[in-house]
């Protein structure tokens, strides 16, 4: 079962009834999904996620985002984006992130899982988290890691998928609204 039949299997069984991909996005195609790509990191965070941006928070900076940070990294191949789309609208996206130090080339680091808000619990989080997981073991990596607010419910996501707890860094980041600094956990899964 692929990844795009797990995800439409998850949308029938919901009476969901919609088309839904999930594939990696190329460094050609920013001109086409930058709008996408924006809406989703400025609906995120605007929605008060904590993915490394504090409000006032503009559509513009989520488009500088992608095209400063993301897609150069896409295209100098030290990252690879992933997209789920429904009904072929781009509305989720994953990171998975291979620009590591020579003495870690077994693992990756996941980032940037987002879904827009009006497209939650369709099954995308972990359709793109299965997507980047496969993507990482063909590339022979055996471990991942990754970092989330602590109790948010992507923390409750990860650890459903495997993913186990390193740790906790008490005052990690600021939330994105108010002058509070909250907790930030690791997560590691090992792949066999």
Not at 44 to 54: C, D, E, M, N, Q
Not at 98 to 121: E, F, G, M, T, W
Request: charged share 20%.
């Amino acid at each position: 079962m692929t990844i795009t039949d797990t995800v439409n299997s998850f949308a029938a069984t919901h009476g969901v009834f919609m088309s839904q991909v999930i594939r990696q996005i190329q460094p050609d195609e920013w001109g086409k999904h930058k709008q996408d790509l924006s809406g989703i990191l400025h609906s995120t965070v605007l929605g008060g996620a904590s993915v490394g941006f504090i409000r006032p928070f503009a559509p513009k900076d989520a488009t500088q985002f992608w095209q400063d940070k993301i897609f150069p990294a896409v295209a100098a191949g030290q990252a690879i984006l992933f997209g789920a789309f429904v009904d072929q609208q781009l509305r989720g996206t994953v990171l998975l992130d291979l620009d590591l130090p020579p003495n870690q080339p077994h693992r990756a680091n996941v980032a940037k899982l987002l879904v827009h808000p009006a497209a939650r619990r369709l099954g995308l989080g972990r359709a793109l988290m299965q997507a980047a997981e496969a993507e990482a073991r063909i590339r022979s990596k055996t471990l991942l890691l990754l970092d989330t607010r602590t109790g948010d419910p992507s923390q409750q996501l990860y650890e459903s998928m495997g993913y186990q707890v390193a740790g906790v860094v008490p005052g990690f980041c600021r939330h994105p609204e108010e002058e509070i600094f909250e907790s930030t956990t690791y997560l590691f899964k090992p792949l066999g």
